[in-house]
C-alpha cells in the first residue's frame, strides 16, 4: 500500500488531464476515420479514405506549403531579432530594467489585439505605413497590403516578428546569463574583439539554448491561427490560408468533422516530424564533447 500511495496522490491530476488533453486527441484520430458531417448527418467508419483525399487536396497543400513558410520564416526572423535583442539587453547600461519590461509588452498583448492594431497600421486607404512611405517617396500611390497575393503573408509575417521576437530574446536572454564571465573576460584578455567572441565564445555555448528557444517558437508558428484569422480570414485568394484556419472552415463552417479531423491529425503528425528533428539536433549537441 505505500508504494501506491503516490500514484493515488497522482490519479486526480492523471484524470484531469486525461479528459482535456488525452481524450479529445483520441476522439479527434477516431473521427479522422469516419465520414461524420452535420450536414449529410453520416457517423459510418470508412478507414483511410479522408487521408487519401487529403493526398489529392489541392487546399490542403497550398495550407500545409502557407503554414511551412510562415513558420520556416517567422521562426528565423523572431530568432535572429531575438538574439540581437538579447545581447544588448544582457549588457549593463543605464536604465536596461525599464527596457527590458518595455520589451515584453508586444509579446504580453492578446493576439487579436496585435491583429486588429497592424490592421490598422497596414491599411490599405488610410494606414500609416502606407502614409510613411508616400511621404518618404518610396511609393507613388497606396499598396493594399491585406488585398494583395504578392503582400497579405509577408505583412502577417511582420505582425508575428513584432509580437514574438521579445519571446526569443527573452529565452535567449537567459542562456546568455548562464555562460561564465571568465570567460567572457579572457577572450577581450587575448584580444578578441565584440564579433570574436560572440562566434567563439557565447554561439558555441548558447547553441542548445538556440535550438530549444527555435523548437518551441517553430511548434507554436505552425498552429498559427488568430492572427491570419483575424487580419485575412486565409485570403485573398487562399495567399494566406494555413492548416489551422483551413481545418476551423471545414469543422465549424463545412460542419464536415470528419475530414477536418483528419486534417487536423496530418498537422498534428507535422508538428511531431517538426519536434522530432529538433529533438535529435538538442541532444546531439547536449551530448557532444565541450
Known amino acids: 500500500m505505500p508504494r501506491l500511495a503516490p500514484l493515488l496522490f497522482l490519479l486526480p491530476i492523471a484524470v484531469s488531464l486525461g479528459s482535456v488533453s488525452l481524450y479529445p486527441i483520441l476522439n479527434g484520430l477516431w473521427l479522422s476515420f469516419t465520414n461524420t458531417s452535420l450536414v449529410t448527418q453520416e457517423h459510418d467508419f470508412i478507414g483511410l479514405e479522408n487521408y487519401a483525399q487529403l493526398l489529392g487536396d489541392d487546399l490542403f497543400w497550398n495550407a500545409w506549403r502557407h503554414t511551412v513558410y510562415f513558420t520556416v520564416v517567422s521562426t528565423l526572423a523572431e530568432t535572429i531579432l531575438g538574439l540581437v535583442m538579447a545581447l544588448l539587453l544582457v549588457e549593463h547600461f543605464a536604465g536596461r530594467s525599464i527596457v527590458r519590461a518595455a520589451m515584453l509588452v508586444p509579446w504580453a498583448m492578446p493576439t487579436v489585439v496585435t491583429s486588429k ?22 511609393i507613388a500611390e497606396n499598396i493594399n497590403w491585406y488585398g494583395s497575393i ?8 511582420i505582425a508575428d516578428v513584432w509580437k514574438t521576437a521579445p519571446f526569443m530574446a527573452l529565452l535567449l536572454m537567459a542562456g546568455l546569463q548562464t555562460i561564465p564571465k571568465s570567460l567572457i573576460e579572457a577572450a577581450r584578455m587575448d584580444g578578441a574583439g565584440p564579433v570574436a567572441t560572440f562566434i567563439h565564445v557565447r554561439l558555441p555555448l548558447l547553441m542548445s539554448t538556440l535550438l530549444i528557444a527555435g523548437m518551441f517558437r517553430a511548434l507554436d508558428a505552425f498552429r498559427v491561427f488568430d492572427l491570419v484569422y483575424v487580419l485575412t480570414g486565409g485570403g485573398p485568394a487562399d495567399a494566406t490560408e494555413t492548416l489551422s484556419t483551413l481545418s476551423y472552415k471545414t469543422l465549424f463552417s463545412a460542419l464536415q468533422f470528419g475530414y477536418g479531423s483528419a486534417m487536423a491529425t496530418a498537422m498534428f503528425i507535422t508538428e511531431a516530424l517538426i519536434a522530432i528533428g529538433f529533438g535529435f539536433f538538442i541532444m546531439r549537441k547536449m551530448r557532444a564533447p565541450r
Open 150 to 157: 504578392d503582400h497579405a503573408m509577408t505583412t502577417i509575417i
Open 117 to 138: 492594431m497592424f490592421g490598422w497600421l497596414f491599411d490599405g486607404q488610410y494606414g500609416v505605413v502606407n502614409w510613411a512611405l508616400r511621404s518618404s517617396g518610396l
